[in-house]
C-alpha cells in the first residue's frame, strides 16, 4: 500500500495528479451514479477499470486522427494527459482473475496488471512528447506500440 502510493506520487506529472486526486475523491465520496472526473460517459455502472479503458480507447481514436497534424498538436497533447490520468485509475482496479487463484499467484497476477497499466501509462507519455515535438513518424511508431500493449493486455486479461 505505502508503495503503491509512493510510486503513484512520483509517476505522476501535475495534470495527472490532480486528475486522479479529483477521482480518487470523487469515487471515495460520491453517492452512487454521480459522474466521475475521468469519465467515457457510458456505461459507468460497469466499475473505474472499465471506465478508464473507455477514456484510453476513445483517446486511441481522437489521437489517431491527429498524428500527423502539427496544427492539433495542443489538442493531441492534452488528450494524452487525459489517457495517461485514466491509465493510472485503471493501474489502482485490477480485474478479478476468471480462476481461484490464491497466494503467489494472485500476487503476480495483480501485480502484472499494474506493470502493464504503468507501461501504457508511460508509452502515452512518450506519445505526448513525440506531438508535442512535432515528430509524426515517431508518434505513428508509439502509437502502434499502444495497440500491440493492448492486445497483449487483453489476451492476458479479458
Ligand atoms: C491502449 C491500451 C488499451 C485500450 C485502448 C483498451 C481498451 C479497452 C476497452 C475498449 C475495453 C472494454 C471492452 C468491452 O467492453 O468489450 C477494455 C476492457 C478491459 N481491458 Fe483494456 N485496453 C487497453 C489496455 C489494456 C491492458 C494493458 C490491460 C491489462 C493489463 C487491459 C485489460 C482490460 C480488462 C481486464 C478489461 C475488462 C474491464 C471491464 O470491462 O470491466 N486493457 N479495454
Redesign the pocket.
Known sequence: MIQRSKLTLLALPGLAVLALAAQLTDSSVAAPGSHAVVTADDDEE??P??ES??V??KG?KGIRKMLSKPDQKDAAVKLCQEMQAAALVGFQHP?KPEAVLEGDALVDFNAD?RK??LT?CSTLVDLEVALAKGDADAAKTIYRT?GK??KE??D???
Open positions: 460497469a466499475g477499470l472499465h479503458m473507455e484510453i480507447q486511441m480485474p496488471f502493464r497499466m501504457v499502444l500493449q493492448k493486455g487483453h492476458a486479461y479479458l
